[in-house]
Each structure stands twice: as structure tokens, then as C-alpha cells.
């Protein structure tokens, strides 16, 4: 088979092309009476759809069906979306950045710059420093984590974690509360080899616990996919080890090849959620495959997702090797967000240590975090913990109610049992922090 490769693409000539052909984004609120259509048609270069299924991601917008064409020189996408509700997108400001991220000013920041946007990896973004965690998972381990960066003085005004396959991938913000700067290499310096002692002190075989302050922008979701997948946390032993995951909801996911056009087939089928799309496309493209066709559909309570895709290099995937591969890397991908059991949303006066006092609790009473969110909104802190007890069990609602009044006392809490394959929605948080929960009327409740 012919070799298709990328070319060269030469920035100048590209902003060029941008300028002579721009993409054209249409939003229609016509054509399907329970839905909003996104119409993208654009010059195709590698990672557009990503770029796209990431914007519409961050929008909280459900993608309901899709259907993607870039084989050739242009790029043409329609998306089936609603909010949240399962309504139609109207507000006038959202269809305005809509047109904007996804249209010719989306090449620059001038148009979407005052959009709040997940992201993390600077060194030192004002006053808040952005820390990366890998390592291997075990009950208390975000507890001792929290401890030590209350111990330096360092407030969690952000941060995300997962876990998956006995792993722990984190990315905080923290802010200082010292007279000293956030970045002092000799602060620094001490909070890593904390962190490092921590993480290494759980590690076994050849797997290696690492903290990092990352350098340049990223998207905090995309980072966590690469962190883990850089970590192979796909490579489980043979079974799922989450006891999060019950082997009933195990995505089916199969890999032809199309004979006629020179492709391989993807085709997954599982238990439909939000951000799903995203989660796939995002590890397809950073295992350096090129999606040129796909068909995306939601038959509630399941979803159906086909991609044609080949390799960067042009070659499909023609051993049993590579296919085994893909399918336990996407498979990875739809696990790490699932989260099943009981969820505790709490609401307080963002302090220093409160990350600390909450995870202690947590550790106190057998509980150990499968998957948490911490944001900030103004002077509030809101934060989500999918919990479970230390043999990954689901926790028992008497246990949980016990738990809630403990902790109510100086914070408003709500449990919640979380039903198989959710992902929850992201509450809006200050400008450049958004966590990937939805804390319902939990923070009007914390201002009464």
C-alpha cells in the first residue's frame, strides 16, 4: 500500500492558507428541533479535530452525534450538541465564542482570551504554581500529599486526579501564602523531594514516581490522558483492576481494516457519557494516529463511535500486536473517568490546609479517592471526591451520612450515589481554572 504521510507544513504558509481560506463555523438552531448543529468546514492540518472536540469539551456541550471528513486538503465537521439539560444552545455570548474558538480568530488568542479554559503547566501563572504527580495508587495517598504542601504554606486553589490500574495522576495549582516567592528554587526544591519521598515510597518494579513543574500550556484533562498513558497504565494485568468497573460495562472495541480506502476501523460501543469523544480522539492522537472519517451516535443508555484512522506515517494497522494495543489504550482512555459508587461535594471558605483536613477525614474513615476535583470560585473552594473503601468496595450510605455530619459541621455537604459511567459537569470557577464537576445548587446553598 502507498505510503500517506503529513507534509511539511510551514507556519507562514499556513497562516497564509488560514487567511485565503478560513474556516467557516455555523451554528444552527433550525434544522433539528431537539438539538444545535456546529458546522466547522476548514483547511485540514494534523490535530484540528482534536482542537475542535476540546473546545466543544470545554464548553460542557454533549455531543450527541458527529460525523468528521478530512481525508484530502479540508477539513468537514458536524456536531450534534445540547448543554447539560439536553437543551438547545442559545445564549447569545456562548454561539459568539462558539463562532470565535472555532473560526479564523480561533488561530489567535484575541478572540477567547477572557474564556475560562482548564489549564495548567506553567511554571508560575501569577501567583500559583502548576505541580505534576505519577505514581502508584494506595489508600491515603492524596492525605499525605495535601499534608505536605500544608506543611510548606502552599494553598490548593485547583486540581484534578485519577486513578487507574492501581496508578495516580494529579495536576494542582497552589498558591503561597508567605512572604516568599512561590517559585524560590530552594522551595521548590523541598516540596519535590516531599512529594518524591511520598510517591516512591508505594512504588514497586520498574515503574517510577516522578513530580514535575511543568513548563508551557496545557489542556488539564490532555495532560492527564498523556501523563498516564506515557506511564502505560494500559498495561493492567490481563483484567481490569478498578473496582470501579464492573466487567458488564466493558467497552466492546473491535479493529478492521477497510480494504477500499486504505484504512483501519475503529469501532467502539460502551455505556455513552460525557467528555467520551474527547477521551478517545485525545489518545488517538497521542498515539500518533490521523483520524480521517468518523460517525459518532448516542443510543441512550449506550454509544456507538467508528473512526477510520491511519498512523502519521500513512500505515494502518495490519498485526495483531498494534491492534491489541490500540484497544487496550482506548480502553484505558474510557476508564480513567468513569467513576461509580458515592460522591462527596463539599463547599467552604477556601484556607490553607482545608485539602489536608477534608482527605484526613476521608483517611480516617476507610475511605480511600478513586477520582477528585478541586476549584475555586472567589473566596469559596468547592470539591468533588468519588470515594470507595480501602479494598475498592462501594462505600455503605450509613457510612457516608456518618461521614457528612462529621464533616458538615464547618462546610455544606451533599452525598451523592454516582450511577455506572458518569461524568459530571463542570461548574464554572475562577478565569483560567475549571474542574470536570458539577456542584448542582451545592454552592447558592453555602452563600444562604
Known amino acids: 500500500m502507498a505510503r500517506v504521510c503529513w507534509p511539511y507544513f510551514d507556519p507562514e504558509y499556513e497562516n497564509f492558507s488560514n487567511r485565503m481560506n478560513p474556516p467557516r463555523v455555523s451554528v444552527d438552531n433550525t434544522s433539528c428541533h431537539d438539538c444545535t448543529l456546529i458546522k466547522v468546514d476548514s483547511v485540514n492540518k494534523p490535530g484540528i479535530l482534536l482542537e475542535v472536540v476540546q473546545i466543544l469539551t470545554d464548553l460542557d456541550f454533549i455531543i450527541t452525534k458527529a460525523y468528521i471528513s478530512s481525508d484530502g486538503g479540508w477539513f468537514m465537521d458536524v456536531f450534534h450538541v445540547t448543554d447539560q439539560q439536553g437543551k438547545k444552545i442559545t445564549d447569545s455570548k456562548t454561539i459568539d465564542f462558539v463562532e470565535k474558538a472555532l473560526g479564523p480568530k480561533g488561530q489567535s488568542t484575541e478572540g477567547v482570551k477572557n474564556w475560562p479554559s482548564k489549564r495548567v503547566g506553567v511554571h508560575s501563572v501569577g501567583d500559583h504554581t502548576s505541580i505534576e504527580l505519577i505514581g502508584r495508587d494506595r489508600p491515603g495517598l492524596l492525605s499525605e500529599i495535601s499534608a505536605v504542601l500544608a506543611s510548606l504554606h502552599f494553598n490548593v486553589v485547583a486540581a484534578e486526579v485519577w486513578t487507574h490500574n492501581r496508578r495516580i495522576a494529579c495536576v494542582l495549582y497552589v498558591s503561597d501564602t508567605t512572604t516568599q516567592a512561590v517559585d524560590h528554587p530552594n522551595r521548590l526544591c523541598l516540596m519535590e523531594e516531599q512529594l518524591n519521598n511520598i510517591l516512591r515510597g508505594c512504588e514497586e518494579g520498574d515503574k517510577v514516581a516522578r513530580t514535575n513543574f511543568s513548563m508551557g500550556f496545557t489542556h488539564m484533562d490532555r495532560r492527564l490522558h498523556q501523563m498516564l498513558f506515557a506511564d502505560r497504565d494500559y498495561e493492567g494485568s490481563g483484567a481490569t483492576t478498578d473496582a470501579d468497573y464492573s466487567s458488564s460495562s466493558r467497552p466492546k472495541i473491535t479493529i478492521e481494516r477497510c480494504e477500499e480506502k486504505g484504512y483501519s476501523v475503529v469501532s467502539v460501543r460502551c455505556k455513552d457519557r460525557a467528555k467520551l469523544m474527547f477521551d478517545i480522539v485525545c489518545t488517538l492522537t497521542d498515539m500518533q494516529?490521523?483520524?480521517?472519517?468518523?460517525?459518532?451516535?448516542?443510543?441512550?443508555?449506550?454509544?456507538?463511535?467508528?473512526?477510520?484512522?491511519?498512523?502519521?506515517?500513512?500505515?494502518t494497522l495490519d498485526t495483531e500486536g498494534e491492534k491489541e494495543r490500540v484497544i487496550k489504550c482506548i480502553e484505558a482512555a474510557i476508564q480513567r473517568r468513569v467513576s461509580e459508587g458515592v460522591s462527596l461535594e463539599l463547599c467552604a471558605k477556601d484556607r490553607v490546609g482545608l485539602l489536608s483536613e477534608v482527605t484526613r477525614i476521608l483517611r480516617e474513615n476507610g475511605l480511600t479517592v478513586c477520582r477528585a476535583g478541586i476549584s475555586t470560585r472567589g473566596e469559596q473552594a468547592l470539591n468533588v471526591f468519588y470515594v470507595r473503601d480501602a479494598?475498592?468496595?462501594?462505600?455503605?450510605?450509613?457510612?457516608?451520612?456518618?461521614?457528612?455530619?462529621?464533616?458538615?459541621?464547618?462546610?455544606?455537604v451533599e452525598v451523592k450515589r454516582v450511577p455506572g459511567n458518569s461524568s459530571i459537569a463542570p461548574a464554572e470557577t475562577r478565569g483560567w481554572a475549571k474542574t470536570s464537576f458539577f456542584f448542582g445548587n451545592l454552592f447558592e446553598k453555602f452563600l444562604a
Open 289 to 315: 494516529y490521523v483520524v480521517f472519517h468518523a460517525t459518532i451516535s448516542s443510543d441512550a443508555p449506550y454509544a456507538s463511535q467508528e473512526y477510520f484512522i491511519r498512523h502519521m506515517d500513512g500505515c
Open 391 to 412: 479494598s475498592g468496595n462501594p462505600v455503605d450510605m450509613k457510612t457516608m451520612e456518618a461521614l457528612r455530619k462529621e464533616i458538615g459541621k464547618t462546610m455544606v
